[in-house]
């Protein structure tokens, strides 16, 4: 019975693709702050042999790791540097080289290098997309895929890359001692925040104040310059067609608090109904604009609109319509129901693959909408 129970828990973690989160997560949607201990979370492991033992994870006979997934509590280290990062973020591929260069200082002094371990995650990108930023920008220290934001959403979504954590092991827990959000110039700077880190009262660090500065300058960046009166327009224009006639839009209140905007439809002699969903996506850079956008479905959660109301691409330039009729094409006909995994081969738009990854993923996410229509009754 105990191996049949060690062979199931084997063959759960090999499903895992980005996993589980603690107790310890965060309150839903807070960034998280100095003085907050890190959510309790998995990435699937793909690491190599020797940044499995830089990490000094633990390892079976021959070198063989342990597990099939990498828990970031079993990092060997009183420190961890943790680099939330995006291969198509222009701050993250300045910031590369200063990194590479506090790794650098790190590893000649034998103190530091005994004590500290860098770690990078890349935020919305593939193993593909992180093993081709390692090489571009010869970062020495590991990188993890994090292809569906889940880790990135598990330290409250911060609005921006790069955003570092430096995290302290204490007997409570890995305790972050201090975040930086955005570009750092300096070596310097991430030297001064690590020697810090390392001689900081955890116990004091508890007792510090929840700086809100993060969650203000996030929720500046989620503004959106429509009211009400003129979504519902936007709306009921998502769901034109020569086929039938909008009879009416509304919005509506699902039973987890989620607004969805609801359209009685009417094709000859028959109503049916449509239903139109608000996206808006902090941005994943730290000089990027937020993405607003909505899109419309049928009662079979087929995708028959997307309809933006703010995608940029790079400069924050607005998308041209060429831009907008490609994502439409990759976007009408697929089901909210399957989700489909975002391919920057395939899905990208041209200098906005960061915008259209966050498109993707919350359409991904949308398969929740579904049943609450369907307890709601606008869904059979």
Known sequence: MKIKSFLLGKAVLALIFLASFSVQALEKGRIITAGDFLPDFSFPMTLTKADIEYLGLPQKFFGLVKTDSLLVKDIKADLIIMEYLNKYCFSCQLQAPVMNQVFATVEKDPQLKAKIKFMGVGAGNNQTEVDSFRAEKKVPFPIVPD?????????????????????????????????????????????????????????????????????????QKLLLRYNENELLKKAHESMLNPKWKVLRVTKVNLPDGEGIYVGEIQDGRQNFYLFAKLSSRAPTCDICHATHFLFTFNDQGMIINFLPLQVTKLNNLPWDEKEIERMKKRLVGRSILQPVDFDPQVDAISSATMTAALIVDSINKAKSLYEGLKSKGYIK
């Open 147 to 219: 292809p569906k934001f889940l880790a990135y959403e598990a330290i409250g979504d911060p609005g921006a890359t790069p955003f570092t954590l430096f995290i302290r092991r204490t007997e409570s827990g890995l305790l972050v001692a201090q975040i930086k959000i955005g570009l750092i110039k300096e070596p310097e700077v991430i030297l001064k925040e690590i020697k810090e880190a390392l001689t900081a009262d955890w116990n004091a660090l508890l007792k510090r104040p929840k700086d809100l500065s993060l969650q203000q300058a996030k929720a």
